[in-house]
């Protein structure tokens, strides 16, 4: 494609309208009565691509549709000349179309190729194309050489060169072998952008003297090979383990330039002993994760929708186990024009003045031209009140006659961006599109929208009128949209009646009347209940619901969220549902939902089964199996069973089931054949052929079935031809070019016979060609290659074998291949409703463009700034919505107000995306702002605080000020009176006075911008107290007699601790000292002096745990813990402490303690313990 041309005035579907004087964009109303009388200078609808690579075997079709009013002519012209087409028998213009069919057949396609471009005319204006580059398809022969045989070492690195012919558009490269199978690749072996193929080190099995290149070439599906390449792998002289070395890019370093929004592909291929593993980094930053890729086992890193933050140096990095090396890739990024704001159509009522922008971004900064009519600009009279700044054209004090279409070119070196927007000017009365006596319906306390969408030239001006006598105002309860839209934010009763709107402009005026009708909601007064019923009763839930008398109510009842069971036993009244001899699969959750035209209602209930009481009953078991199998009547297709019945143990026999066993097709698989009645004692049985069958019997009562009986002697019948064919035939192309059809098989069983195959035939729907044919087994799929993307197919299975072949088979339709769609839609508009909600339309694209099955349509938009900001919001992330279907409008929700916004649209079908639309911008008006970022008191005083605040975070709009409320809180935490303060945008702090000192204070803080105020943000905060105390007070716990007092309290306690203390530990001679100085315990040997024990044995020790003291199990006692630690005096040893880290609390229970201590206590002595005695 020609990216260098400049001059290519075409398409534009988004154009930016700046109107000063009051005026703003008026749209074109889509409704076909209001358009019918309207002048229009012509719009390019549809054209076909910049690049057009067309098929020799097919007619060029080059697109050209306009719409306007009176229609518009056409004309081209080829390579910058006029085209006559009348005077060429081969092209054909489509009438009332500019779209040009040129039947190549017999003729030079070459002849036909070059720039064409379109022009479309009427008496108001004319618009062009792009400029369409017509190219043929060429899949030239590979050239004629001859490959020498190669012969290389094992362990050496290879490269097998590709060169394939340079086609149009470029080949696909794959290798392959002799038999047409894939070459394997791994991370050893693997094939370059180019097609080379590459080894890092070549192994024994790599010899082999096919190595084959193939170039399939896109748009003629013809594939070439190059001469096959002959690889010997010698072992004579090995190559040992070495580092690893870079065969794809050379040297240390490499560049690379990418376009903006192009994918960015870098490679780097490794050759080395082992095998290198590639890995990648981004010097100075990281690889974008959500937008990369690896391909190639690694060593292809792939970046899709390029940006400028994507340039850099790029790292791979080749490791194997004896070193590493580095390879550095330095990625520029370049743009070719991209649209910023592109122009849009305007529509200007005589004395108004208009701007058109065209603000484009690219890299080299794109030239910017403007064109009227096709001319340039500055080759056409100059016009008064028009003035041309760079990307701007000021059309001011607009007349009557002076309708044109405008034409903005921007072009750099690497492609252009070219739009039409056609300047309109029209002296229109009002109109009122809504229809007339429109009811509107809607619940209580929930929005209402009553619209008057209008059109006129001037813009019309909206009044509302309740009751035809009073004049709506916009304030808290309703909303005057600039559409004209009346909004009831909440609806009541009284809001009901007739609402006039009034279109007025300088022209004339229009009323229309509406009626809003307000409903009573739908309530369900008695929900039903939780259930709990015996096994063969009946349940009941009731479901008793209010609603208004207008509204016509629909019950309906659900079973865990799904259907009711179809079965008699469930009954459904007006407000109930009975559940007769419920049983245990009847258990479940019930809820009933009422609907209505404008809402509903729901509530649920479980039912839960239980066992019935039990009653004595006569004992009920399974029958016997039946015995004495026999087989008589033998013909090919049947035979007749005989048995006899088993034992029925009190319960009738309801039901004989036949099975049989296949021992041919599947041995030990028994299949259920056939069922008789239980009086019954023989069955004729239809049999299949060639099928080793063994029978067996099962009787059923009401308890269940018996044991199968004893098996029959084998009957084998016959083989035949087959009965039926294939089922489930479908045709489904899983790529662009092939169609893969499948069905389900047949059994072993159902194949009647041996050496089962399928006849797979399959033909071009509505194209009268003969069947093509192929028979093939064992498999249950066959692909057709070469076929034209996404057209019908008849195609047809056949079951056959060795003895003939199954009936004729029915015909089905499938569809070959899809390929993703090739444009994206066109005369993309947003109309935005409000800060947060802006509507999109589109034109559908046309089937062909599609080149599969529709899926529907993906809109992508981003946030690009505020309005009040400059520079652009990097960090926001494209939003995606899918509508599914041939739909064209959507509605874009949860956007942020005061805000530029860009979006594009693409085609979505099976295979994926097309490519996108031309972006479209819109702003979003203002709304409230959100809560100041933060509000918090600095400073407090005695009568004084200073508040300090910040600025919100969305303003989602122009900030004009802060709105203060504040009054103090009592005791009782009650309000007092409160006072509202008013502050400019650029205040963030405010000292407030004449406050009450050692005062609570509540703070209401909000922002506002003119669509009112936004969220309030509260703090609280005290003023300081108030420390001076007046001289007749007297504080006791100051004085000093009071200090004295207490001092000698708590020496005189402290002193009947410490006696308290000793007396404990003193102790006395146990009655039991002399049983022990009798028996002294062996373990215990006194101590001695010239060791540094103890000499004699004390009579305050003893190792004996008295009553009620607390021993380890295991005997021991511990020496290690101090006496007096409180984790010793509680369970556990938790503690319990005040904030000031005083002890609290009397010990519930007690730990043991060293036994060495002699004690006349079972408890611990402890100074706690001593000051728990005196309490």
Same mark, same amino acid.
């Given at each position: ?22 005026? =703003? ?14 002048? #229009?200078?012509?719009?390019? &609808? ?38 006559? /087409? ?12 500019? &779209? ?51 012969? !290389? ?7 097998? #060169? ?28 693997? #094939? ?10 070549? *192994? ?27 690889? &010997? ?102 743009? %070719? ?65 002076? =309708? ?13 961006? +070219?739009?039409? %927007? ?69 609806? $009541? ?38 259930? !709990? ?42 407000? =109930? ?5 419920? &049983? ?13 035209? *404008? ?66 097709? $599947?041995? @030990? ?27 067996? !019997? ?107 072949? @199954? ?77 599914? @279907? ?5 509605? +874009?929700?949860? +956007? ?11 085609? *979505? ?80 702090? /405010? ?114 745990? +008295? ?22 005096? @509680? ?45």
């Amino acid at each position: 494609m020609d990216r260098n041309r400049k001059w290519v005035p075409g398409i534009g579907a988004v154009l930016l309208i700046l109107l000063s004087h009051m005026t =703003s964009a008026l749209e074109v109303p889509l409704d076909p009565k209001v358009l019918e009388g309207l002048p #229009q200078p012509p719009t390019i &609808t549809l054209q076909s691509p910049k690049d057009y690579i067309f098929d020799p075997r097919e007619n060029i079709v080059i697109h050209c549709e306009a719409k306007g009013k009176p229609s518009p002519s056409f004309s081209w012209t080829r390579n910058g000349t006029h085209f006559d /087409v009348e005077k060429d028998s081969k092209v054909l213009m489509k009438p009332g179309s500019g &779209t040009l069919v040129i039947d190549i057949s017999g003729e030079k396609a070459e002849a036909y190729e070059g720039t064409y471009q379109c022009t479309a005319h009427n008496e108001h204006g004319t618009a062009v194309s792009n400029s369409i580059v017509i190219r043929q398809s060429r899949s030239p022969l590979w050239s004629k050489e001859r490959n020498e045989a190669i012969t !290389v070492q094992v362990g050496a690195f290879l490269v097998l #060169q590709c060169r394939p012919p340079a086609g149009l558009p470029p080949p696909v490269i794959f290798w392959m072998d002799n038999n047409f199978q894939r070459l394997p690749l791994d991370k050893r072996v693997s #094939q370059a952008l180019n097609g080379d193929l590459y080894f890092s080190n070549v *192994l024994p099995e790599d010899t082999r003297s096919d190595y084959i290149c193939y170039a399939r070439f896109p748009h003629t599906q013809t594939i070439q090979q190059k001469q096959p390449i002959s690889v &010997t792998v010698l072992n004579n002289s090995p190559e040992g383990e070495r580092r690893p070395g870079f065969m794809l890019p050379l040297g240390p370093t490499s560049t690379k330039m990418v376009l903006r929004g192009d994918t960015l592909e870098l490679e780097c291929i490794a050759e080395g002993l082992p095998t290198p593993e590639i890995s990648w980094t981004k010097d100075g930053g990281e690889l974008p994760s959500s937008r990369m890729s690896f391909h190639n086992f690694k060593k292809t890193l792939k970046i899709s929708d390029v940006n400028e933050a994507d340039a850099g140096d790029y790292r791979c990095t080749a490791t194997n186990n004896l070193g590493i090396a580095h390879h550095i890739i330095k990625v520029t990024v370049k743009a %070719a024009p991209f649209w910023v704001s592109a122009p849009r159509n305007l529509i200007l009522a005589p004395n108004e003045t208009g701007i058109l922008t065209c603000r484009v971004n690219g890299e080299p900064k794109p030239k910017i031209s403007w064109f009227v009519n096709g001319v340039p600009i500055e080759n056409v009279p100059e016009e008064h009140g028009r003035k041309v700044e760079d990307d701007t054209v000021i059309l001011s004090n607009v007349q009557s006659g002076s =309708s044109a279409v405008y034409q903005c070119n921007a072009s750099n070196e690497f492609g252009y961006l +070219l739009a039409n %927007a056609f300047v309109n000017v029209l002296a229109e009365p009002p109109r009122v599109l809504t229809p007339p006596n429109q009811v509107y319906q809607v619940i209580t306390n929930s929005p209402a929208l009553l619209h008057c969408s209008s059109f006129g030239s001037p813009i019309p001006t909206i009044t509302w009128f309740k009751d035809s006598q009073t004049a709506i105002k916009d304030g808290d309860s309703y909303v005057i949209h600039e559409n004209g839209t009346l909004e009831i934010s909440v609806a $009541q009763l009284l809001n009901s009646g007739k609402y006039t709107c009034i279109a007025t402009n300088n022209l004339g005026i229009k009323e229309n009347h509406v009626f809003l009708e307000v409903k009573e909601p739908t309530r369900i007064l008695k929900q039903p209940e939780y259930k !709990v019923v015996q096994r063969g009763m009946s349940a009941m839930f009731e479901c008793k619901v209010k609603h208004d008398p207008s509204l016509i109510p629909t019950m309906t009842w659900l079973k865990d969220n799904g259907e009711l069971p179809d079965d008699e036993r469930f009954e459904v009244d007006t407000d =109930s549902l009975t559940i007769k001899d419920v &049983t245990d699969v009847d258990e479940g959750t019930y809820t009933c939902i009422m609907n209505t035209t *404008l809402d509903q209602d729901s509530a649920s209930a479980m039912l839960t089964v239980v066992e019935a009481t039990p009653t004595p009953a006569i004992v009920y078991e399974k029958p016997d199996p039946p015995s004495d199998l026999e087989l008589t009547d033998q013909t090919e297709r049947s035979v007749q069973l005989t048995w006899i019945p088993g034992d029925e143990h009190n319960s009738p026999t309801q039901k004989f089931l036949i099975q049989y066993e296949d021992l041919l097709h $599947q041995p @030990g698989v028994w299949i259920n054949l056939t069922e008789v009645a239980g009086t019954s004692t023989t069955a004729q049985l239809n049999l299949s052929p060639y099928v080793y069958y063994s029978f067996r !019997v099962l009787a059923q009562n009401r308890v269940g079935h018996s044991d199968p009986s004893q098996p029959s002697r084998q009957y084998r019948t016959s083989p035949a031809a087959p009965d039926e064919n294939p089922s489930d035939v479908q045709g489904v192309g899983t790529e662009p070019g092939n169609l893969v059809i499948t069905w389900t098989p047949l059994t072993g069983f159902q194949s009647n016979g041996p050496g089962l195959e399928y006849r797979v035939q399959w033909r071009q729907k509505d194209m009268d060609d003969e069947w093509s044919s192929k028979n093939v087994a064992n498999v249950s799929q066959f692909i057709v290659s070469g076929t034209p993307t996404f057209v019908p197919y008849e195609i047809k299975v056949q079951a056959l074998n060795d003895y003939g072949s @199954g009936p004729e088979p029915e015909v089905v339709t499938g569809y070959s291949g899809e390929d993703f769609p090739v444009s994206g839609p066109d005369s993309v508009q947003v109309m935005v409703h409000n800060g947060t909600l802006a509507e999109v339309h589109w034109e559908p694209v046309l089937s062909p463009s599609v080149r599969g099955k529709l899926q529907g349509y993906k809109v992508y938009y981003r946030r690009e700034r505020g309005l009040h900001e400059t520079e652009m919001d990097k960090d926001q992330q494209d939003q995606v919505l899918t509508f599914s @279907g041939n739909r064209s409008e959507g509605r +874009l929700p949860g +956007l942020q107000p005061y805000s530029l916004y860009s979006l594009f649209i693409t085609v *979505l079908n099976n295979k994926g995306e097309g490519p996108p639309s031309t972006s479209k911008t819109f702003e979003t008006p203002e709304g409230v702002p959100g809560p100041p970022s933060f509000l918090k008191v600095i400073n407090p005083g005695l009568d004084s605080l200073t508040l300090e605040w910040g600025s919100p975070v969305n303003n989602n709009g122009r900030l004009t000020g802060y709105t203060l409320k504040y009054q103090p809180v009592n005791n009782t935490n009650e309000l007092g009176p409160a006072k509202v303060m008013s502050f400019l945008a650029n205040d963030t702090t /405010v000292t407030l006075g004449n406050l009450n000192s050692s005062m609570l204070y509540k703070f209401y803080l909000s922002a506002k911008t003119i669509k009112g105020s936004g969220p309030i943000i509260t703090e609280e905060a005290f003023t300081v107290m108030d420390t001076t105390v007046p001289s007749r007070q007297v504080d006791i716990a100051t004085q000093g007699w009071f200090i004295g007092l207490m001092c000698a309290i708590a020496l005189l306690i402290l002193v009947l601790l410490i006696v308290c203390f000793i007396k404990r530990n003193k102790g006395g001679k146990y009655p039991v000292k002399e049983k022990e100085d009798a028996h002294q315990d062996p373990e215990i040997q006194p101590m001695k002096e010239d060791d540094g024990t103890f000499g004699e044995y004390s009579d305050t020790e003893d190792h004996k745990p +008295l009553k009620g003291s607390r021993t380890p199990s295991n005997g021991t006692v511990r020496r290690d813990e101090s006496d007096d630690s409180l984790v010793d005096y @509680g369970e556990g040893g938790d503690g319990q402490f005040n904030e000031d880290g005083s002890f609290i609390g009397q010990y519930s229970g007690k730990k043991e303690k060293d036994t060495h201590e002699g004690n006349e206590s079972s408890e611990a002595p402890s100074p706690v313990n001593a000051m728990n005695s005196f309490v």
